[in-house]
């Protein structure tokens, strides 16, 4: 099976840098995404990593390290809004069935 | 172009009840997910269609749930009968096949109270 894990909590103040870390079991990996979802609201696409590497978009940037089964998505400049649940999430089966892992409930305070 | 859709957006139903969650996935996408949402933990894998067949419905809780996909359209996924524990919010997600095949999206799911 797949199992995906992350911190289940983190706080940081406004304007800073936080990093969400996820390590992944699976099989027939095909690539690592992340997700925010706000109280209330739809989860809504973040990135996707297929290869290894940085990935950035914006103030988000996301890694990957196949060959450590990681990956990471960076949050940079901190924003209230960003206060959000973020999840990491595979691509199994073939590459079609999406598993999220355990989720991070991210806090920013002023 | 329209997103994925998902009704009702919310449900309230007695224990011992039945209700039926529709899901509208984005036109074309032969992929469907069901997920659910329970008291703000993890978004747990229900099942997953390739166009009309179920490819994993692992997720499934007990066979209360009964999901359909007809013709590979809209699909929905009924709850018979309710029970408490089955309150969450249940979240739809479509996406496309093949190298394509790098994110999925949403609908802004459907809050179920069991009472």
């Not at chain 1, 988000?60 to 960076?74: E, K, T, V």
């Not at chain 1, 206060?83 to 089966?93: P, Q, R």
């Not at chain 2, 009840?17 to 933990?41: A, E, F």
């Not at chain 2, 747990?44 to 269609?49: C, G, P, V």
């Amino acid at each position: 099976g797949q199992s995906l894990e992350q911190p289940s909590e983190v706080t940081a103040v406004e304007g800073a840098i936080v990093q969400i870390n996820c390590t992944y079991q699976t099989s027939g990996f095909y690539g690592l995404s992340w997700y925010q979802q706000h109280d209330g609201g739809a989860p809504t696409f973040l990135s996707y990593n297929a290869l290894d590497g940085l990935e950035e978009t914006g103030r988000f940037s996301s890694f990957l390290s196949r060959s450590d089964s990681y990956g990471y998505l960076l949050l940079q400049e901190l924003q209230m809004k960003d206060s959000a649940s973020y999840f990491c999430a595979v691509f199994t089966g073939g590459g079609n069935k999406l598993t999220f892992g355990t989720g991070t409930q991210l806090k920013v305070e002023l | 172009e329209a997103g994925v859709t998902q009704f009702p957006s919310h449900s309230v139903i007695e224990k011992g009840q039945t209700v039926t969650l529709r899901c509208d996935p984005i036109s074309g996408h032969d992929n469907l997910y069901w997920y659910r949402r329970v008291m703000g933990k993890e978004i747990k894998f229900l099942l997953h269609f390739v166009k009309e067949s179920k490819q994993d419905e692992s997720g499934m809780p007990n066979n209360r749930f009964l999901a359909e996909r007809t013709g590979g359209t809209y699909s929905t996924l009924k709850v018979q009968p309710a029970e408490l524990e089955d309150s969450g919010v249940y979240f739809c997600a479509s996406s496309p096949t093949g190298t394509a095949n790098t994110e999925a999206f949403f609908g802004q799911g459907t809050r179920l109270t069991v009472v």
